[in-house]
């Protein structure tokens, strides 16, 4: 009897300690539950923004193009040639690209994103904003927007597209941040330039810069030659006023 009564008191132990452990697990479950949601969440948003990014990136690639420059003769009575970048912004035709790349040209040639080229001689340039414009005979082209803002702050994400050493590199997407505000650098002109660490190389300058939503902010125009990642640009609201002025001078409808 006292053998029966022993195991019946070690069965009741058992289930009781089951009953416990069950219910310790109901009240953790919750807490789990609510946890385990937010963190799939952070992912998928993570990812969210990474798809988010790169599609901005496919649509702004579309406006960029490749500049193929030819100026005077060399001393060989060869023409002396260049390459550069630059960025659609009116459906008409009318492309911004750094001044020193279209200054004493005698002709250019505009590479489009799709592979059509354009030769012309219509273009413009600026000491004073290093800000070069080129028109070529097109309609409905593909644009990206100015920003109208101009609030750019220490560390904002930023891209910049443009054609280092030409064809072989059409087009170059590279990412980086603003490192640096009001650079003042007399040898770039009469202006206050913005710095970012994005990488770049011959043939990019003229390249647009890009913020996270897509506008375009900034010209390149200069990088440091012993050092990477010290390269400097033209912000929008010079570029802005240069374009209306060109605009009202050859009667054509403002860029937006």
């Not at 009575?77 to 009116?90: A, D, E, R, T």
Request: aromatic share 8%; net charge neutral.
């Amino acid at each position: 009897m006292k053998q029966q009564e022993g195991g019946m008191v070690f069965k009741s132990v058992i289930r009781v300690l089951c009953l416990i452990t069950i219910f310790c697990l109901a009240q953790a479950l919750p807490i789990s539950n609510y946890f385990r949601p937010r963190e799939i969440i952070n992912v998928v948003q993570i990812q969210s923004s990474d798809n988010d990014l790169q599609e901005t990136i496919r649509k702004v690639v579309q406006s960029c193009v490749m500049i193929e420059v030819r100026g005077q003769y060399d001393y060989n009575h060869q023409p002396i040639k260049w390459l550069g970048s630059g960025v659609i912004v009116s459906e008409n035709g009318i492309i911004i690209t750094a001044g020193h790349m279209v200054k004493n040209a005698t002709q250019i040639k505009v590479i489009l994103n799709d592979c059509r080229e354009y030769d012309t001689v219509d273009f413009e340039y600026e000491d004073v904003t290093d800000l070069g414009i080129i028109k070529i005979d097109a309609n409905d082209l593909l644009i990206t927007p100015i920003d109208k803002l101009n609030n750019k702050v220490l560390g904002d994400l930023v891209f910049t597209v443009g054609s280092p050493f030409g064809k072989v590199l059409f087009n170059t997407v590279t990412v980086g941040v603003i490192s640096g505000l009001k650079r003042d650098i007399p040898f770039f002109g009469e202006k206050l330039l913005f710095q970012i660490d994005a990488g770049t190389a011959p043939g990019k300058s003229g390249g647009g810069v890009f913020n996270s939503q897509g506008n375009l902010i900034g010209i390149m125009v200069g990088t440091h030659c012993q050092y990477d990642s010290i390269n400097l640009c033209i912000p929008a609201n010079i570029k802005r006023y240069t374009l209306d002025k060109y605009c009202a001078n050859k009667n054509l409808e403002n860029v937006k």
